[in-house]
C-alpha cells in the first residue's frame, strides 16, 4: 500500500477513533428518566439530641425521625433548554413543578466551594488567636440530573481547590484580616477523605469522566470549638468538639437518577457541666419504603426490639454454622 | 392444751389480725415525703402520625419524642394550709422555689369534679342538623406529684364524680329557640365502649373506688362517634368526618404514702378525609424514677412487638434456606 493511501487510511481511523474517543470522554448519554413515567422516591430526616447535667445528674432527650415518600411524574422534557415539568405527589398533596436539570447551570448555582462548604473561625480573645467554630459539608442533589459526568465531576473537581479562601477573621487589635484557605482549614482535621482519598491532588483525580458515586468524610474532632460566655471575663472562651464528624454520599444511576443520598452529622460535647450528643442523618432513595406489617405501638419500643433481633439472628446463624 | 389456754392464743391471733388489718387498710396513711427530701422523675412526651395520599398510597411519618429527668427538691412543707414549697431542676435548669397545695380537699375540688377532670365538646353539623362530639380529653395530674394520702376521701369523691346528669357541654340550636344541653349520661351512652377500673358500666366502676384504691384506670373507645372537621367552602360550613378508631386511655398511681408512682395517657387514632388517611399515636408519661422506669412500666407492649419480629426474623431466615 502506497503511503499516501496508508496516511488516508490513517486519518480515517483516527477520525472514527476521535469520534468514538469523544464519545467516551465525554460520557454524555441521553437521560435515563422519560416522559409519562412515575418515579418514586423516600427521603428521610432524623436529629437526635441526648443531654447529661453531669452536675445535677440529669437526663434529656429529644429525636424527631421524618420518613416520606414521593412520587415524580415527569410530564415534559425539554431537551434544548434542559427544563423538564413534573407533578410530585406526597402524602400532603401535589404539585406542580419545572426543574433545570442541565449540568453547568447546577454547578454554577451548587458546586461551588462558598455552597458546599460552611467554614467559620472566630478571635479567641482568651488565647489571641483564630480558632475554627463551625465546619458544614452539603447540598442538596437533584432527583434528576442531564448525565454529562464529564462535566459533572470536572466541576466537582474544581471545587477542591485548596487555596481558595473559605473564611476571614479580621484581626481585631491589629491592622489585618487572617484569610483561611481550604487546605488551611483540612490541614486541622484529625482525618478527612474526599473520593478515599486524604489528600487533595489524589481525590481530584478520583472525579473521572464516567464516575457516578462520590463520598465525603470529614473529622474535626478535639479541633473545632464552641463558645461558652464567660462571664468574669466579659467575652467567650472556647470549648473542643470532642466529636465532630460529617460524613456525605451519594450514587447516581448511569443514566441521571439520583439512587441514593446521605448525610450524617455528629457531635459531642461537654459544656458548662452539661454533656451534649447530636446527630443528623438526611437520606433520599429511589424507591419507597420497604414494607413490614408490624401491629400497634410497635414503634414506640424499636430500639429494644431492634436488639432482640440482632440477638435472635446471631443465634440462628449461629445454629446455621 | 386446756380451754382456757385456746382463748388466750385465740385474742391474741384476733389482736395480731386485727393490728396488721389496719396497716394495709389504712384509710388515711402516713405521708411519705417530707421538706428536705429530692425525688427524681422521669417525663416522656412521644408522637406519631402516619399521613397517607390514598391516590397514591405514599406516606409521611413523622415520630417526635421527648424524654427528660427531673427532680424535686422538697424546702418546706406546711400542714396548716396543705401546701408544700419546692425547687424542680430539669434540663432547663433550676427553677425557683414554687409553693403548691398537696391537701386532698384542694386535690378533690380541683380535679375530682366531672368538668375539670374531662373535657368535652359539640359542635352544630349543618349539614346533617345534629349535633356532634369534635373534642374530647381527659385532665392530667402532673402537677400534683405529692399529695395527703387520704385515700378514702380521694377514692369517695372518684366514685361521686361520674354524675350522669350533669352537663358536660351545651350547643345553641341555629334553627329551632332552644339549647341542647349534653349531659355526661348522653355523652357515656354514645361511646362506642368505655371501661372505668377495668369495669364496662358506671356503676360497677364506682363500686371499685375502694378506701385504699390508689391505682385508677379509665379507657374510652370514641370510635365513629368523636369527628374531625373540613371547613366547606361550597357549601359555606364545616364537614364532619369520623374517625374509624379513636381510644383514648389514662392511668394514674400513687405510692401508700401519696407520691406519684406513674400517670400516663395514649390516644391512638386514624382517621380518612377525603383521600387522606392519619394514623396517630400520642402518649404523655410521668414515672417515679429515672429514665429507665419510663419503659419499666409497659412490659406488655415490649413483648409484643419482640415476638413478632423474631417470628419474622425467624421465618426469613427458613425461607432463606429452603431456597439454597
Known amino acids: ?321 | 392444751m386446756n380451754r382456757k389456754f385456746k382463748i388466750f392464743m385465740l385474742n391474741i391471733l384476733v389482736v395480731l389480725v386485727l393490728i396488721f388489718t389496719n396497716f394495709s387498710q389504712t384509710d388515711a396513711a402516713t405521708r411519705s415525703w417530707y421538706a428536705g427530701d429530692l425525688f427524681l422523675f422521669s417525663y416522656s412526651n412521644y408522637s406519631y402520625a402516619n399521613t397517607t395520599n390514598t391516590d397514591f398510597v405514599v406516606s409521611d411519618i413523622l415520630e417526635v419524642s421527648v424524654k427528660e429527668e427531673g427532680t424535686y427538691n422538697i424546702t418546706r412543707v406546711d400542714l396548716s394550709d396543705n401546701t408544700y414549697a419546692s425547687i424542680f431542676t430539669g434540663a432547663a435548669g433550676s427553677g425557683p422555689n414554687l409553693l403548691n397545695y398537696f391537701g386532698w380537699e384542694e386535690f378533690t375540688s380541683y380535679r375530682l369534679n366531672l368538668n375539670n377532670f374531662f373535657t368535652i365538646a359539640y359542635d352544630w353539623d349543618y349539614g346533617h342538623n345534629r349535633t356532634v362530639l369534635t373534642y374530647f380529653n381527659f385532665g392530667l395530674i402532673e402537677n400534683w406529684p405529692f399529695i395527703e394520702p387520704q385515700w378514702d376521701r380521694i377514692n369517695l369523691f372518684m366514685s361521686e364524680m361520674f354524675n350522669e346528669s350533669e352537663i358536660v357541654d351545651t350547643v345553641v340550636d341555629p334553627f329551632e329557640p332552644l339549647i341542647h344541653n349534653i349531659t355526661f349520661g348522653d355523652f357515656m351512652s354514645s361511646v362506642e365502649s368505655f371501661s372505668i377500673m377495668n369495669k364496662n358500666t358506671l356503676a360497677e366502676a364506682e363500686q371499685q373506688f375502694k378506701n385504699n384504691t390508689r391505682k385508677w384506670t379509665f379507657e374510652f373507645d370514641l370510635s365513629n362517634v368523636l369527628m374531625d372537621s373540613v371547613y366547606n367552602f361550597t357549601s359555606g360550613y364545616d364537614v364532619y368526618y369520623p374517625y374509624q378508631s379513636i381510644v383514648y386511655n389514662f392511668e394514674y398511681e400513687y405510692t401508700e404514702g401519696g407520691i406519684l408512682d406513674r400517670t400516663f395517657r395514649t390516644i391512638t387514632m386514624d382517621i380518612t378525609i377525603e383521600n387522606r388517611l392519619m394514623e396517630a399515636h400520642l402518649e404523655q408519661k410521668m414515672v417515679f424514677g429515672n429514665f429507665k422506669s419510663l419503659e419499666a412500666n409497659y412490659p406488655y407492649l415490649l413483648v409484643l412487638p419482640v415476638i413478632f419480629l423474631v417470628t419474622l426474623v425467624i421465618r426469613k431466615s427458613k425461607n432463606n434456606r429452603r431456597i439454597k
Not at chain 1, 42 to 49: A, C, H, K, Q, S
Not at chain 1, 197 to 222: G, H, I, M, P, R
Not at chain 1, 271 to 298: C, M, Q, W
Open chain 1, 1 to 321: 500500500m502506497n503511503k499516501k493511501i496508508k496516511l488516508a487510511i490513517c486519518s480515517q481511523v483516527l477520525f472514527f477513533v476521535f469520534l468514538i474517543s469523544t464519545s467516551q470522554f465525554s460520557v454524555a448519554m441521553d437521560p435515563s428518566w422519560e416522559e409519562g413515567v412515575f418515579y418514586p422516591f423516600n427521603y428521610v430526616f432524623i436529629v437526635r439530641n441526648h443531654q447529661h447535667d453531669l452536675k445535677n445528674d440529669i437526663l434529656y432527650e429529644f429525636e424527631i425521625e421524618n420518613k416520606d415518600e414521593f412520587i415524580f411524574n415527569i410530564t415534559y422534557i425539554d431537551n434544548s433548554s434542559q427544563w423538564f415539568h413534573a407533578y410530585t405527589f406526597d402524602s400532603y398533596g401535589t404539585s406542580s413543578m419545572w426543574f433545570n436539570y442541565n449540568v453547568d447551570d447546577y454547578a454554577d448555582n451548587v458546586l461551588t466551594i462558598s455552597n458546599l462548604f460552611d467554614v467559620e473561625y472566630e478571635w479567641d480573645f482568651e488565647h489571641n488567636q483564630t480558632v475554627l467554630t463551625d465546619f458544614d459539608f452539603c447540598f442538596n442533589p437533584l432527583y434528576f440530573i442531564d448525565p454529562n459526568w464529564t462535566t459533572y465531576n470536572s466541576r466537582l473537581a474544581d471545587v477542591f481547590n485548596g487555596s481558595e479562601i473559605v473564611a476571614t477573621v479580621v484581626d481585631p487589635f491589629e491592622p489585618i484580616t487572617h484569610n483561611f484557605t481550604l487546605n488551611d482549614t483540612l490541614s486541622l482535621t484529625s482525618d478527612y477523605s474526599i473520593m478515599g482519598q486524604n489528600d487533595l491532588a489524589l481525590a481530584k483525580e478520583q472525579f473521572t469522566a464516567n464516575n457516578v458515586n462520590w463520598t465525603f468524610y470529614f473529622d474535626f474532632s478535639n479541633v473545632i470549638k464552641d463558645n461558652v460566655f464567660n462571664t468574669s471575663l466579659g467575652f467567650d472562651s472556647y470549648v473542643l468538639y470532642e466529636t465532630y464528624t460529617i460524613e456525605l454520599g451519594y450514587d447516581y444511576s448511569p443514566g441521571g437518577i439520583l439512587d441514593q443520598f446521605r448525610y450524617n452529622f455528629l457531635y459531642e460535647i461537654t459544656k458548662n457541666d452539661i454533656y451534649s450528643h447530636l446527630e443528623v442523618v438526611e437520606e433520599a432513595n429511589t424507591g419507597r419504603f420497604p414494607t413490614v406489617e408490624i401491629p400497634g405501638l410497635t414503634y414506640l419500643l424499636a430500639i429494644p426490639a431492634i436488639f432482640t433481633t440482632v440477638l435472635v439472628v446471631k443465634f440462628i446463624k449461629k445454629r446455621k454454622m
